[in-house]
């Protein structure tokens, strides 16, 4: 008496599909189809509104650029790592906590000594060399202490390891300077706005786009250029392989580490240029999550496409609730500024799986 | 059947445990919710529950210090035992108001619980502390619904329950009034942060807003962990109000401080925030961008407060991260006092503190003089100082000098500004 039931891949709600096409594909087709649609009506309603106006827009894309680029400067290190052992580091957004935190005190020294007024640039590279040095020195010894004595465990055991260990480094910072926020000083020269016909932008948005152009141009060429950067590349294709060729894996890795760490303080101190508020040990964790979503979105393990994918996100951050969901009707619609930026990892996803940029990983990589 | 046996033996012996344990505790005691009781070698146990882990435990650590600077000017003693000073996480979440409190109300030495740092652990840590008998003192949760025993209005509070920090809605009335009459302003935009302080003070301050005649334009929230505010200024900017009222924390206030000036049409804007944001470092991290803001707050100011902050300096070598230090100095001093006035020690050295007595004695506190102003405790628990809510406004004094407390700019019911 009892009835089974099959349920065949090819048909749904008991329609058969056109061939080669399953349910899965159905939904995610809808899914696509909704959110295009829901995105192309709320922009639509929000600019035949006429509420913001040019310039309005513009300054929103470009501190949406400002934000990506430090969002990408962190996703890279995600990216590097990733691409080299296959693991989330999650406790990457505290190695630029670390950089971050210890520098603003000798920036606020500069600031007291009048260095920072008189030699800006000097100062500012200084500080960059400093934060980035501490960032590399905890992001070495986290590789050294926390993950190498896991590297032929499973998957999991290093990920939960990044995970305490970054609750690690936040209250080792916090024991050392405390629970309170500091505030990088402003430079005088960043205060100002560069501005073309009616169009202003501040120096520090831009500032901190081309700082993070450079940097992110010096990491491709030290990657795709030098020795260290190829043997690198062939760490990540095949470390047995590697090795045979003769390449010191362990050295490549804590290169790797020291890389991404140096990014991450450098990114630390850009931010406080940028943004000198909230300096605390806690200011790791949420542009930690954004970068990682950064990198995902351009193709983990993908160098350009963690650069793309910050800069993506940091635009779509800032113009994504005023335009889409203002247009939508949503109430608080600010406040959804993270749906708008998951919604739209998400969205990416659907559309490629792999990420903007990224390659399809063959079994072993992924 | 011998299953049945065994249940009402087990349920016999540990009735018999029950009652003797009770005796040994009630022994003396005729307080009606029970005592502690203290023997005579045994510390006075008091908690501080506060949030001092994660992104809001300068809250935390600022109200646990003003609590040890109190028992330190006291020697860690009253009643002539030693303090013991016990604490519990409690986070900035009602799961965390609510493991916290069941922990400490298991103890039953603990005579009194400092806390919760937030409203949000406020919520479900007053059933538990209240029907456990405890008396829990809160320096720094604002939310009205926390001393409103009316549950039909969403009021939580239960007996047991007092703070030395004002109410919301005295807040809100202050700033309401203060940016109708005084500033003239008759459109106003709130921004808050989702957390049941703002929240609670926004609620107020637009209904008294619009009680005065005014028109709220826009209401917005942002996230606790934003850094990048443009979007929402940009927003507030495209009808742009008279007057922005955002009672936020550090740093999201200093980042919308600090970017307001950047946004077209935000140039007349006035910002007006509140006591979150009365903390010395905000003029300081915010820079020149906090000239002109305004602030609600309680006028904590003159000498004992300035001998405070000097015990705290040499104590920790900076700045309270926070503004409610001196409440939770204010919370540890009433606690105290209460203390040595409702105890009784027997011949034989042992000292009952009843439960009740503390509640008692707490609701009829009236005229403490603490560094927060004239404390009297209503019969649902809101001891805060009323005459000292104030606006202030930050200067470049504030800004590059370090001058702390700003300066007052009004007081209701007073004409002069300035």
């Known amino acids: 008496m009892t009835k089974t039931r099959t349920v065949s891949r090819n048909r749904i709600l008991g329609v058969p599909l056109p061939a080669g096409r399953s349910g899965v594909d159905l939904v995610i087709s809808a899914l696509r189809i909704i959110i ?53 580091n999650f406790a990457h957004g505290d190695v630029f906590m670390a950089g971050a935190f210890t520098t603003v005190f000798l920036a606020n020294s500069f600031r007291h000594s009048g260095f920072l007024d008189s030699q800006p640039l000097l100062a500012i590279l ?77 120096i520090a948005q831009l500032f901190v786009f081309l700082s993070a152009i450079v940097l992110m141009l010096c990491l491709y060429w030290l990657v795709e250029r030098t020795r260290i950067g190829k043997a690198m590349r062939s760490v990540s294709e095949d470390k047995e392989v590697a090795t045979l060729m003769g390449v010191n894996i362990d050295l490549i890795i804590v290169f790797t580490f020291a890389i991404g760490g140096a990014l991450a303080g450098a990114a630390g101190v850009i931010n406080g240029l940028f943004r000198p508020q909230g300096v605390n040990f806690f200011m790791g964790f949420f542009p930690g999550i954004k970068a990682f979503t950064a990198a995902v979105l351009g193709g983990i393990g993908n160098i350009p496409g963690a650069m793309l994918g910050g800069m993506f996100l ?53 | 059947m011998s299953r049945i046996l065994f249940q009402v033996i087990v349920f016999l012996v540990l009735g018999a445990l029950a009652s003797g344990s009770a005796l040994a505790q009630g022994q003396g005691c005729d307080d009606a919710i029970g005592c502690v009781t203290l023997r005579p070698d045994d510390p006075v146990t008091i908690a501080w529950m506060q949030t001092v882990s994660g992104p809001t435990s300068f809250f935390g650590d600022d109200a ?65 502390a209240s029907n456990a008998g405890f008396l829990m003192l809160s320096p720094m949760t604002t939310s009205s619904a926390l001393t409103n025993p009316d549950r039909e209005s969403g009021g939580v509070w239960m007996p047991g329950f007092f703070r030395t920090v004002y109410n919301n809605l005295l807040e809100g009335a202050v700033a309401a009034q203060f940016a109708y009459e005084e500033l003239g302003a008759r459109t106003m935009a709130t921004v808050h942060d989702g957390s049941n302080y703002a929240f609670d ?40 109000p008279d007057v922005l009222f955002f009672p936020i924390f550090q740093p999201e206030g200093d980042y919308l401080v600090a970017q307001a000036k950047f946004i077209p049409g935000f140039e007349d804007v006035i910002m007006l925030t509140a006591d979150a944001l009365l903390v010395e470092g905000f003029p300081i991290d915010s820079g020149e961008s906090a000239l002109g803001v305004m602030l609600t707050g309680p006028a904590v100011t003159g ?41 009784v020690t027997d011949e034989d050295g042992t000292t009952l503190v009843g439960r009740q007595a503390l509640r008692d004695y707490f609701a009829n506190y009236r005229d403490f003089e603490g560094l927060t102003g004239t404390l009297s405790c209503s019969p649902t628990g809101d001891c805060g100082a009323v005459e000292s809510m104030v606006i202030f406004v930050i200067t470049e004094a504030e800004v590059y000098e370090g001058k702390w407390p700003p300066t007052i700019l009004w007081k209701p019911g007073s004409e002069n500004t300035g």
């Open chain 1, 36 to 88: 295009v649609a829901l995105i192309i009506i709320g922009a639509g309603n929000t600019l035949l509104e006429g509420r913001f106006t040019f310039e309005q827009w513009l300054a929103l894309l470009f501190a949406g650029l400002a934000q990506g680029s430090i969002y990408a400067l962190i996703a890279l290190g995600y990216t590097l790592v990733y691409g080299i052992l296959r693991m989330i």
């Open chain 1, 126 to 202: 200084i500080l960059m060399g400093f934060a980035a040095l501490v960032s590399m020195t905890v992001a070495v010894l986290l590789e050294r202490i926390a993950y190498r004595p896991l590297r032929n465990a499973p998957r999991l055991v290093p990920l939960i390891t990044a995970i305490g260990a970054s609750f690690f480094i936040q209250y080792t910072f916090r024991g050392l300077f405390g629970s309170g926020f500091k505030a990088y000083p402003t430079v005088a020269f960043l205060r100002g706005t560069f501005s073309v016909g009616s169009i202003n932008v501040p």
């Open chain 1, 314 to 366: 940091g635009v779509i951050e800032a113009i994504g609730p005023n335009l889409v969901l203002n247009g939508l009707g949503i109430p608080s619609a600010n406040q959804l500024k993270d749906v708008i930026a998951f919604t739209m990892l998400v969205l990416v996803l659907i559309f490629r799986p792999q990420g903007i940029l990224g390659e399809r990983l063959s079994a072993e990589k992924a």
């Open chain 2, 64 to 128: 646990v210090g003003g609590i040890e600077i109190a028992m330190e000017q006291r020697d860690y003693t009253v009643l002539g035992r030693e303090i013991e000073l016990i604490g519990e996480d409690s986070l900035c979440n009602p799961e965390g108001g609510q493991t916290a409190t069941q922990r400490l109300v298991s103890d039953p030495q603990v005579v009194a619980i400092i806390g919760p740092s937030c409203s949000s652990a406020a919520v479900p840590a007053i059933p538990i």
């Open chain 2, 201 to 240: 003070l926004v609620l107020a301050t637009e209904r008294n807003f619009t009680e005065f005649g005014g028109e709220v334009t826009f209401s917005g929230a942002v996230n606790v962990g934003d850094t990048d505010m443009t979007a929402i200024l940009t927003n507030i900017a495209s009808n742009a």
């Open chain 2, 303 to 343: 000498e004992p407060y300035e001998a405070f902050l000097e015990l705290w300096f040499d104590k920790y070598g900076e700045a309270p991260p926070s503004g409610f230090h001196a409440h939770a100095f204010d919370a540890t001093n009433m606690l105290l006092d209460a203390l040595e006035a409702i105890a």
